[in-house]
């Protein structure tokens, strides 16, 4: 059973820094496309970061030059490095991943628990 578990979440004060990761558990035979999305109370899920296999990524505007998404294939793991924090970004930021579990399952995906991320002005 694959599972994405989310670490690094917190209390920060604007300007500083957090790093959050996310680890894909179980038997995987590849992570194409991973992600982290944001949800702040009263507003819809947003992207604020992909990542594909071919190592490309993108970043909204909001985010942009702020944040850095990488990954470490070999361990599964990928991380969202959080810089020059400000209050907006307060919300709670969920990993979220494509995988294909075998050569003949297909691409499934997956989203880990959610972890607060509190920017305090």
């Known amino acids: 059973q694959v599972q994405l578990v989310e670490s690094g979440g917190g209390l920060v004060q604007a300007g500083g820094s957090l790093r959050l990761t996310c680890v894909v558990s179980?038997?995987?035979?590849?992570?194409?496309?991973m992600g982290w999305y944001r949800q702040a109370p009263g507003k819809q899920r947003e992207l604020v970061a992909v990542?594909?296999?071919?190592?490309?990524?993108n970043y909204p505007d909001s985010v942009k030059g702020r944040f850095t998404i990488s990954r470490d294939n070999g361990k599964n793991t990928f991380y969202l490095q959080m810089n020059s924090l400000k209050p907006e970004d307060t919300a709670v930021y969920y990993c979220?991943?494509?995988?294909?579990?075998?050569?003949?399952?297909?691409?499934?995906?997956?989203w880990g628990q959610g972890t607060q991320v509190t920017v305090s002005s």
């Open positions: 979220n991943a494509f995988v294909t579990l075998t050569a003949l399952s297909g691409v499934r995906t997956y």
């Open positions: 179980g038997s995987v035979l590849s992570i194409n496309v």
């Open positions: 990542s594909t296999s071919g190592g490309g990524t």
